[in-house]
């Protein structure tokens, strides 16, 4: 199964050590550049996805749309059964129901979302579906399925025995907190600059595991999970969706960005907003972005959160910097 890594308390030993604690009482972004600064097509997504990026790169190279390479990209990890956040293998909630939530948003501002939608293993496909074929943004659960299934989708059954058995064996205490950080997969947000210079994002996920029926995260909200807007940049979030939710946290990214941020300020300053009005000590969010010049950037709240470039060709896994240090 995955290997999950939990965080470690820390307090006690931050009296001793001063140099553990937060960086400062007051929040302030770094003035730092971003990991990168070279203007062409590249693919960004959260956590270490080689094989998602693989199949978006293969999309690029024939000069397609960003949309159509950051769609191939995630459609990888929902089809993959050892992927226990996102689509066919993704844990299920408290009641035993892989429930989907995914959006896409292309370089027009056009957007397309589903929430709660069960027994479709391309929920993004579904999405972008929902933006093409629909006069809607969002359609969810049933009415969600109803419209997959019209639309040539098929129905099957997401819960692969690992999942179920995780799913059994957490019954046994059913105690829920999120984990922190999962590190071989999690939800996956994807961004890509395609050749002519458009920007379009993908993210799509089976939420927490283990959260209750019913429970929509941010990574199908349009402003929360994704937002792109062509002239400015795209951005993604990934963690503790409650959080994400409450702060606007992708469309932060990019209001920051319009404002003259480089991605990795804007991803540090959306990051600390959180900090500075919720209870972030147990939590994870992460954000990734891409700006117009194609300079890139990536933060989270605690470490551990990674993301996978590629750019000219090469595919780069990175550890994200982070408000609490390791
Ligand atoms: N943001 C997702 C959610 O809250 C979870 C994740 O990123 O793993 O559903």
């Known amino acids: 199964m995955v290997n999950r890594r939990r965080f470690l308390g820390l307090g006690p030993l931050i009296g001793l050590f001063p140099s553990l604690a937060f960086r400062s009482t007051q929040p302030q972004p770094t003035t730092t550049p971003g990991p990168t600064a070279q203007p062409g097509p590249l693919v960004i997504s ?12 293969a999309v690029l190279e024939q000069g397609k749309r960003a949309i159509d390479i950051v769609e191939a990209g995630v459609r ?25 939530d995914a959006c896409i948003m292309d370089e027009h501002g056009n957007a397309g979302s589903v929430t709660y939608l069960e027994n479709i293993m391309h929920a993004i496909s579904v999405a ?12 969810s659960g049933e009415g969600a399925q ?9 129905k099957e059954n ?31 947000g994807m961004l890509a600059i395609d050749k002519a210079g458009n920007i379009s994002g993908a993210c799509t996920t089976s939420g927490l595991a283990f959260k209750m029926n019913g429970r929509v995260g941010d990574s199908p909200i349009i402003g929360a999970g994704l937002f792109v807007d062509n002239e400015i940049g795209g951005a993604c979030a990934t963690g503790l969706g409650e959080l994400v939710m409450r ?39 992460g954000f990734i972005a891409v700006n117009k010049q194609g300079e890139t950037g990536a933060y989270s709240i605690q470490p551990g959160f990674n993301y996978t470039l590629t750019q000219n060709g090469q595919t780069q896994v990175t550890d994200a910097r982070s408000y609490l240090k390791k």
Request: hydrophobic residues 40%; contains cysteine; charged residues 25%.
């Open 46 to 57: 959260t956590w270490k996805q080689p094989k998602a990026h693989a199949a978006a790169q």
């Open 76 to 100: 990888v990890p929902e089809a993959d059964p050892n992927d226990t956040s996102v689509g066919y293998g993704g844990l299920p909630d408290r009641d035993g129901r892989v429930t989907l």
């Open 128 to 139: 972008r579906a929902v933006m093409e074929k629909t006069p809607h943004v969002m359609l």
């Open 146 to 154: 109803k419209f997959a299934l019209a639309n040539g989708f098929k």
């Open 158 to 188: 997401l819960l692969t025995p690992a999942a179920k058995a995780a799913w059994q064996n957490w019954l046994k205490t059913a105690k829920y907190k999120p984990v922190i950080n999962i590190e071989r997969h999690d939800t996956i």
């Open 247 to 285: 702060t606007c946290g992708s469309f932060l990214v990019v209001e920051l960005m319009r404002q003259g941020r480089t991605p990795q300020q804007a991803c540090e300053e959306a990051a600390l907003r959180i900090v500075k009005k919720q209870d972030y000590k147990d939590i994870q969010v």
